[in-house]
């Protein structure tokens, strides 16, 4: 009976060091999130890729240079189907 009451309490004892353990670590980690300077921000793989330097964004001009490529594609389709008739 009496190992049993020390084995308790030696668990216990345990416990409540981890338990010490983690507040202290809940408690540092709720003073760094109140910090904005410390938050975490998720790389996104696009904007902070290294491949990315030096590249610029896509012009105002993108959607005729769109609407050309869809008519070549089309006149190149039109041959193809003129040829086989």
Known sequence: ???YIEQTQARS???Q???ADLRA???A???DEGDPSTAYTA???VEDAEYMRGTKRTTSLAWAWATIFLA???VFIYFVVRVNS
Do not use: H, P, S, T
């Open 13 to 15: 004892e345990l416990q």
């Open 25 to 27: 670590k809940a408690a």
């Open 43 to 45: 790389i996104d793989g």
């Open 72 to 74: 070549a594609v089309a």
């Open 17 to 19: 060091r981890i338990a």
């Open 1 to 3: 009976m009496g190992r």
């Open 29 to 31: 980690r709720a003073k």
